[in-house]
């Protein structure tokens, strides 16, 4: 029974919580005004828009501003609005300051239309130039231009002005209600952001004091309260200040102005009063405030909003709207105020809103006549200031009312003190006066009076209202009058009869009754006239004008009190939570009674200030009496002499200094002082923007001749590196040989070291310098001259090194470094025992530093230059049809002449003058020959008399030279050993030799030649016969001697006659490119085969026109699926271009930024796109996996993959261009953008959000925000990859431009974070970054599968040239065609330095190979660590990791009949490959492949130095057996084709080649040519075998003048009729 009686117990008191708890929870009014009426949701709420009672009168029916033919809206200001009085008037109905200004808070509590449209629409009001406002301003007298007040029109409902069915509507951000939104916020969210949440109550700064003299807190939490410029002080730093100085209130302008702002506070001590109330009231318990705290808030905030409701519509607005005269001496009576209450009746004049009954199909919207026009009345009404004053401390009305002066915050104020506080002065600067007394300012605005009620504004509104930074001070009167006309409004007359009013017949009409406004009329009259209109009747009038002339004293005229009736009526009656509305249960009837009968304004302020208040209970609950009152029981009106505390007089900055009784101030003082003056701010100046605009693309400029300084620098460093690289390490010297040393030579500063042998010669008095393999660099002759002593030897030892420099007479330094000291001690020794066994003078000096060694040597290069200008005054003196002009030697001086003048070359210098080597017998025996005084040197005479012979075109002479040259003896003929000795000496020149067997043969079929018994003396007619036959005179009269260091001075060109014809050219590259002697059965008879084709002769477009579409049309068919992609993806990338700019032109003209910046922010949004897709496309273009894949797919016929590097480079100028018409657009987008208001780059760039105090300027925009940031970052990434990725960085510079292009990473990155900013637009790189990257990640996770693959090198091979080969093992996945190429990296240079290479091996093989020519310092570095010297001590080579393959057009050589392969120097590594595979093809018997005729061309400096291709060919050769490869190589070593040393050995190989079949110089049947190849002819020749292929492959590799020459050959051949030649070319 008792556990029953507990349990029944809880369930009461639960119950009975749960209904106190539900009792005091009723549905209050929603925030946002939604569903506040049930039948039409929206009706009410927040973002709707304005209803019209009169029709739009857009000029353009659609959204063109109205009324477009009226005056300016300052020169209807100046005469309509502006006082024509010397002084000011108060109100006459009693009026007070507190009225004007609650009414100015109800304005903020039903409407909200201020905040301008997004994007921003101007429509700039120009001021006058004799406009009173301004002219005497310094800043408006400097104008050169019109100036403008700016206007930026009203947001709008996006979906409307888009038609004139469908005219432009302006949007109410908060809702009509009187809900409390004045109070609490206009969102759920701001009014959480300003309650304290305990209690009940609103938060405030010190919880601990009073209601009445609390404040609400700071708002440090950034409230975005409105904060324009302070127009008072005169720096933007002060007039700019931020939002968190500002107090937590509701009402987002709560701040504008000291007075607005006091309403703010009472009414958050309200809301606080009630909730402390509500306490006491339900004895809720200090730790259950939390708990209750929302039950406590609502309770308040419901009272809170029905004493705002009572007081606006049944206190405020019946004075608001008429007040009779007698109102002085009546008191209680509310008759003597508009009956607002009084029951509806038909008298338009006089509305009434009648008892209140809800109506949920009346719409509480804002009009836009009340919004623009009607509620604009109180304009007339504001005060200049304010007079304030202390409690009451006297007992009669008007004694002890302690008014108190005003303390001056101006910047240099003429005085300290004024009686009163001045409106102008105090905007936004409110919280000073508020802190300082605030119940100073209630009792300033319970005693001062508001302005007369008629059609004059203030100054403190007329021409000193607050305005944004760049225009301080603006016309609100001129404000008002171009907002109706932005709103569409139609005009006043128009308008009146909307609202049942008559219209009028003449301007008289408006306001028949009032003198002052009379003369206003008429001045108004005289504007219209004077403008064209109406100058009868008031047609064409603004509202705001015409209505604000009707105001009587009594109150508003006709047309402004009916639409504020009309207006406040609907509000209440379409207010379902309506105070009275006993349906929604907020209040019962009591409490409604109360409200109606006790609250008022005066209440609340007796109850939450220390004023005490007339009729009210003071803090010891006595009623105070009106003698006593610091306040009049009504704040709203003012009875003069029957209230407490008149005004002492109507405040007004005009009047003199003044004494006030009563008074706290001392003496006299002015009442008001003046307005600060109108202030301008340039936006891009005022922010430095005119410093860091330019600044910033001038460093960024700089960057580009900074970054090419860099890549100079760098190639600098690289040339230094490779020197370093060059460099050798001298190893321990175990040779036994005491006359032989292994040392390093220093060669000079630019050619670096290089390993030798030295060796004494003793018997031959020489000091020969070979390099390891024993091959002759250099030889120091020390015999002594002719009749002369021995040669000096002078050696220059270093003490702090190994290094020594011996010097002789006439020669070059030779400057030595030993791995030690004691092997440079016996070398030291060696030397001086050779000097003195040879007879030389020997001596010896020693310096403390090698350095001084190095920088005092005489080197080759020292050597090199003077003997170039040798040269060429041989040549000047051996031609006399050349000048010093053309040979350089203008500026000879007397010294260098005479240097030039005693040169006596060595023998070394003379051969390699000659290009040949010194130790060969040809140079021994033209040395000795032109050595005449045989004194161990060639003077400059002897030269210049053997330079004339070869010169000569005396073929006679120079057989006679080269047959005195072997004549040793001098008998006039020569032996078969000579003629043998001589042949051998030949072939010595090109590194050649031949067996015993083979030389018998040559001599012996040379002796056949010229009818000579073998083994007879050949007497010089003999020699004659050989070598100056009719088939060899031509040549050999055409014979010279190429010098190096002359070029080509001394040769005549040949001209061709005009007329030759085709047959006649083809006849000339047949003789060049084949032999018709050849022995049929041998080697040569491949090359017979072209004597015989017989060829039609073929017609060519006639005229110049018809040749050159013929030369464009082979031009397209060559390059067709190159000019189809090419094409394609340059008309996406312009549509990519158009789509974006159209999109920006046209459909986002609503974003704004197009009519600040212009057709700029089209171009670079265009640019912006066309930038993503082609850097995008990139990574296509870069994955190599891919490309070598695909190249073997059928797709190879319909897309040039082997053309992605030229479409790499293609896409990447694309990409520049565009970048560079971005950069540049966004520059001048900036500037623009940078003009612009805080408040207006908000709205253009809702994702970079600032304060209105923060200004944006361009260093802003360009280095604090992440677009900005990312854009620069960008940009220097693009200059340092585009600089470093020229050709020249790339040739002088490589790991620079791997590594700068290794920036494309960051690139991208930069890329996605430069569009996350949002500025524009929101980011759209993905779109374009997804597919490619997806493509280049996989094709990159490939090859990263490869390339830590270690491949073990098996052997490594130091050949001439500085190549170095490489044999490594196959990794057992590795899959490759002949002509494809990999990349490498050496573990112990780096493991993640990758460089490619052309594969030299065959897919056959075991093993890949690779030929590396060592031209930069990792190829060096490459080549010094697999130098044998280096790898001393260690078993095995050091490993690689191999990346690859990777195709390129010389895998696909078999795809074409005809195939010509040109390799040039190390360029013939990929046709290694592919010659091996045709070796190991050739052995399938049934195979078979496309290809039918191979032809390759190889241009090497020697054969010599690529012996391993030799072996290739040979093996190429001796398997062909069905001809199917042709082979020709040139050998450029002797560099004119018809020099006298190439004659002979051209002679000595035809005559070797008719006999053997085979090369006199590489032992192969192909054919070996002197000089370069004219690639043309021969081409034309290849043609001519074949004349029904129509397409030759080409392929060629070698260094860029090779292969543009080649290059320029197919072309020239294609832009003729026939066959094509199809040209796929590396180069190295």
Same mark, same amino acid.
């Given at each position: ?21 539900? !009792? ?54 100046? @005469? ?23 009414? &100015? ?28 406002? +301004? ?27 888009? *038609? ?5 509507? &302006? ?12 109070? +609490? ?31 609400? *807190? ?59 109330? #509500? ?97 604009? +009345? ?104 171009? @907002? ?37 009329? !008429? ?15 008031? !047609? ?61 304004l005066g209440y609340i302020l007796s109850k939450v200030t220390n004023l005490r208040v007339e009729g009210q209970l003071d803090r010891n609950n006595i009623n105070v009496s009106r003698n006593q009152a610091d306040i009049q029981a009504d704040p709203f009106v003012h009875r003069g002499d029957n209230d407490t505390c008149q005004q002492p007089q109507q405040l007004d900055p005009n009047v003199a200094p003044v004494t006030v009784r009563e008074s706290n101030a001392t003496g006299s003082l002015y009442l008001i002082e003046n307005c ?278 005396? *073929? !006679? ?13 001098? @008998? ?241 100028? &694309? ?105 524009? &637009? ?26 830590k693959i270690e491949c073990r090198v098996v052997k490594a091979e130091l050949l001439p040239s500085d190549v170095t080969a490489l044999v490594f093992q196959r990794p057992t996945t590795f899959d490759y065609k002949s002509g494809q190429w990999v990349r490498i990296a050496c573990l112990e240079l780096g493991e993640n330095e990758y460089h490619p290479f052309t594969i030299s091996s065959a897919p056959h093989e075991e093993y890949l190979s690779l030929h590396i020519r060592a031209v930069g310092p990792w190829t060096y570095n490459l ?17 690689? #990791? ?187």
């Amino acid at each position: 029974m008792d556990v029953k009686i507990v349990l029944v117990a809880l369930a009461i008191l639960t119950s009975s919580e749960c209904q106190e708890i539900e !009792e005091e929870s009723p549905e209050l009014h929603p925030l946002d005004g939604y569903f506040n009426n049930l039948l039409h949701p929206d009706w009410g709420a927040v973002e709707t828009v304005l209803l019209r009672k009169s029709p739009p009168a857009y000029a353009d029916g659609v959204y063109l501003l109205s009324g477009q033919n009226r005056p300016n809206p300052f020169d209807i200001s100046e @005469r309509a609005h502006r006082s024509n009085t010397p002084q000011s008037l108060g109100s006459v109905r009693g009026r007070t300051a507190m009225q004007v200004y609650f009414g &100015q808070q109800v304005v903020e509590e039903i409407m909200d239309v201020q905040r301008p449209g997004c994007p921003r629409e101007y429509e700039n009001i120009p001021v006058p130039r004799n406009n009173t406002l +301004y002219r005497d301003s310094e800043a408006f007298r400097n104008a050169r231009d019109t100036v403008f007040m700016p206007f930026p029109r009203s947001r709008f409902d996006q979906r409307t002005g888009q *038609a004139p069915s469908n005219p432009r509507q &302006q949007l109410n951000e908060i809702t009509p209600y009187l809900d409390g939104q004045l109070m +609490y916020g206009p969102a759920r969210t701001w009014t959480d952001a300003i309650r304290e949440f305990r209690g009940g109550k609103l938060l405030a700064l010190d919880p601990s004091k009073p209601v009445q003299e609390s404040l609400p *807190a700071i708002n440090d939490i950034r409230l975005p309260f409105a904060n324009p410029p302070n127009p008072r002080e005169n720096t933007r730093e002060r007039r700019l200040l931020p939002v968190a100085r500002f107090w937590r209130l509701g009402n987002p302008r709560a701040m504008e102005n000291p007075f607005l702002l006091s309403f703010g506070v009472l009414w958050f001590r309200w809301h606080n009063y009630l909730a402390e109330e #509500y306490i006491r009231m339900k004895n809720i318990q200090e730790s259950d405030l939390e708990k209750y705290d929302e039950q406590i808030f609502n309770y308040a905030r419901k009272w809170v909003v029905a004493s705002h409701q009572k007081i606006v519509l049944y206190d405020w607005l019946p004075r608001w709207l008429f007040t009779r005269s007698d109102f002085a001496n009546v008191t209680n009576d509310e008759s003597i105020f508009y009956p607002i209450r009084d029951p509806k009746n038909n008298d338009p004049r006089r509305p009434t809103c009648g008892p209140y009954a809800y109506n949920p199909n009346i719409h509480p919207g804002i009009t836009t006549e009340f919004q623009t026009a009607a509620m604009r +009345y109180g304009h007339t009404l504001v005060t200049p200031g304010l007079w304030r004053r202390g409690a009451k401390t006297g007992n009669q009305l008007q004694q002890g009312c302690n008014w108190f002066p005003t303390n001056l915050r101006l910047p240099n104020p003429p005085v300290q003190q004024t009686h009163g506080l001045r409106l102008c002065n105090a905007y936004w600067n409110s919280q000073e006066s508020v802190e300082e007394n605030l119940d100073a300012l209630y009792r300033g605005l319970a005693s001062t009076l508001g302005e007369k009620e008629d059609h004059i504004m203030v100054e403190d509104l007329a021409g000193q209202v607050f305005g944004p930074l760049e225009f301080s001070r603006r016309d609100l009167a001129a404000l008002n009058i171009q @907002r109706a006309r932005d709103h569409g409004l139609t005009d006043y007359q128009t308008i009146r009869e909307t609202f049942g009013l008559p219209r009028l017949n003449s301007w008289q009409e408006i306001n028949p009754n009032n003198t002052l406004t009379q003369q206003a009329i !008429e001045a108004l009259r005289l504007l219209y006239e004077g403008s064209g209109l109406n100058g009868t009747s008031p !047609e064409d009038v603004d509202l705001f004008t015409g209505g604000l002339m009707e105001t009587t004293e009594d109150g508003p005229g006709d047309l402004f009190r009916v639409m504020m009736v009309e207006q406040f009526c609907r509000i209440r009656d379409g207010d379902r939570f309506w105070y009275e509305n006993l349906d929604n249960k907020i209040f019962n009837q009591t409490e409604i009674d109360r409200i109606n009968n006790e609250i008022t304004l005066g209440y609340i302020l007796s109850k939450v200030t220390n004023l005490r208040v007339e009729g009210q209970l003071d803090r010891n609950n006595i009623n105070v009496s009106r003698n006593q009152a610091d306040i009049q029981a009504d704040p709203f009106v003012h009875r003069g002499d029957n209230d407490t505390c008149q005004q002492p007089q109507q405040l007004d900055p005009n009047v003199a200094p003044v004494t006030v009784r009563e008074s706290n101030a001392t003496g006299s003082l002015y009442l008001i002082e003046n307005c600060t003056s109108w202030q301008t701010f340039d936006y891009f100046f005022g922010m430095e923007s005119n410093i860091s605009f330019p600044l910033t693309f001038i460093w960024i400029g700089l960057v580009v001749p900074a970054t090419i300084g860099v890549m100079l620098l760098m190639a600098r460093q690289r040339k230094k590196k490779m020197m370093a690289a060059r460099k050798k390490k001298a190893h321990t010297d175990t040779s036994t040989d005491p006359n032989t040393f292994n040392v390093v030579e220093w060669v000079g500063k630019k050619e670096g070291e290089r390993n030798v042998v030295i060796k004494f010669d003793s018997q031959r008095k020489k000091l020969h310098v070979n390099d390891r393999r024993g091959k002759p660099l250099r030889m120091i002759d020390l015999r002594p001259k002719q009749g002369s002593a021995g040669k000096s030897i002078r050696l220059w030892n270093a003490d702090d090194q190994p290094v020594v420099s011996v010097r002789a007479d006439g020669e070059i330094d030779l400057v030595l470094r030993f791995a030690a000291v004691d092997r440079k001690t016996q070398f030291s020794s060696k030397l001086k025992s050779f000097a003195e066994g040879i007879g030389a003078n020997y001596s010896t000096n020693n310096f403390a530093k090698a350095e001084l060694i190095f920088n005092s040597a005489t080197t080759k290069e020292d050597r090199q230059k003077l003997l170039d200008k040798f040269f060429r005054v041989i040549c000047l003196q051996a031609f006399k049809d050349k000048t010093s002009k053309d040979l350089d030697l203008e500026n000879l001086d007397h010294e260098t002449a005479k240097k030039i003048a005693e040169i006596q070359l060595t023998r070394t210098e003379f051969a390699e003058a000659l290009g040949l080597k010194p130790t060969s017998i040809f140079v021994r025996n033209m040395f000795l020959l032109v050595d005449a005084d045989r004194s161990g040197f060639v003077s400059f005479r002897e030269f210049l008399d053997f330079f004339v012979v070869l010169s000569s075109q005396d *073929a !006679e002479s120079k057989i006679h030279l080269i047959f005195s040259m072997y004549d040793i003896q001098r @008998r006039g003929k020569l032996s078969k050993k000579d003629f043998a000795n001589m042949i051998k000496s030949l072939l010595d020149l090109s590194d050649s030799s031949l067996d015993e067997r083979k030389m018998e043969e040559l001599v012996q079929s040379m002796y056949k030649a010229a009818n000579l018994s073998y083994g007879a003396d050949i007497t010089f007619e003999d020699f004659k016969r050989i070598f100056a036959s009719e088939e060899y005179a031509g040549t050999l009269q055409k014979a010279t001697l190429n010098l190096d260091g002359v070029g080509d001075y001394g040769q005549q060109p040949v001209k061709q006659s005009a007329n030759t014809t085709i047959r006649a050219r083809r006849a000339t590259v047949l003789k060049n490119y084949t032999q018709k002697g050849a022995t049929k059965g041998k080697g040569l008879k491949r090359q017979q085969s072209v004597v015989h084709v017989t060829t039609h002769q073929t017609e060519y477009p006639k005229t110049p026109f018809a040749q050159k579409m013929y030369e464009i049309t082979s031009y397209i068919s060559y390059n067709r699926l190159e000019i189809f992609w090419g094409t394609l993806f340059t008309l996406v990338l312009i549509g990519i271009f158009l789509e974006r700019a159209f999109y920006y032109s046209f459909e986002r003209e609503t974003g704004g930024l197009r009519r600040i910046a212009g057709y700029g922010v089209t171009v670079t949004r265009g640019a912006a796109s066309a930038m993503m897709f082609t850097y995008c496309s990139l990574l296509i273009t870069m994955s190599r996996n891919m490309i070598t894949f695909f190249r073997e797919t059928f797709l190879h016929r319909f897309f040039p993959w082997d053309s992605m590097h030229a479409l790499h480079k293609y896409i990447a100028y &694309q990409a520049l261009l565009f970048t560079f018409v971005h950069v540049i657009g966004h520059g001048i987008n900036l500037y623009h953008i940078s003009t612009q208001t805080s408040g207006d780059g908000n709205c253009y760039f809702m994702e970079y959000f600032r304060a209105q105090d923060v200004l944006a300027s361009f260093h802003y925009w360009a280095y604090t925000t992440i677009t900005g940031l990312t854009g620069i970052i960008l940009t220097l990434i693009v200059i340092v990859m585009y600089v470093f990725a020229t050709p020249y960085a790339r040739r002088n510079a490589f790991n620079a431009f791997w590594g700068t292009h290794s920036l494309y990473i960051f690139l991208y990155i930069f890329m996605i974070m430069h569009g996350l900013g949002r500025l524009v &637009q929101a980011p759209i790189t993905h779109t374009y970054l997804i597919g490619p990257l997806f493509i280049f990640i996989i094709d990159k996770l490939i090859s990263i599968s490869r390339k830590k693959i270690e491949c073990r090198v098996v052997k490594a091979e130091l050949l001439p040239s500085d190549v170095t080969a490489l044999v490594f093992q196959r990794p057992t996945t590795f899959d490759y065609k002949s002509g494809q190429w990999v990349r490498i990296a050496c573990l112990e240079l780096g493991e993640n330095e990758y460089h490619p290479f052309t594969i030299s091996s065959a897919p056959h093989e075991e093993y890949l190979s690779l030929h590396i020519r060592a031209v930069g310092p990792w190829t060096y570095n490459l080549r010094n660590l697999y130098d044998p010297d280096n790898l001393e001590g260690r078993s095995s080579y050091p490993s690689v #990791y191999v990346d690859g393959p990777y195709g390129e057009g010389h895998q696909d050589w078999y795809r074409y009949e005809v195939a010509v392969l040109v390799g040039g120097g190390i360029g013939v590594t990929p046709f290694a490959s592919i010659l091996k595979d045709i070796v190991h093809k050739s052995k399938i018997a049934d195979l078979r492949f496309p290809c039918k005729k191979v032809y390759f061309l190889w241009v090497t400096r020697t054969q010599k130095q690529f012996e391993w291709m030799t072996d290739i060919i040979r093996e190429v050769e001796n398997v062909d057996s069905k001809q199917f490869m042709d082979t020709h190589i040139f050998v450029t070593q002797f560099k004119e084709k018809f020099d006298l040393r190439t004659t002979m050995l051209y002679i000595c190989e035809r005559h070797f080649q008719k006999v053997a079949g085979k090369s006199l110089f590489t032992g192969l049947s192909a054919v070996t040519h002197f000089g370069r190849p004219d690639f043309q002819d021969f081409l034309k020749s290849v043609k001519m075998e074949h004349p029904n292929v129509r397409n030759f492959g080409v392929f060629s590799c070698g260094p860029p003048n090779m292969t543009n020459n080649l290059d320029s050959a197919c072309t020239n051949l294609n832009k003729r009729e026939g066959a094509t030649f199809v040209h796929h070319f590396e180069n190295f």
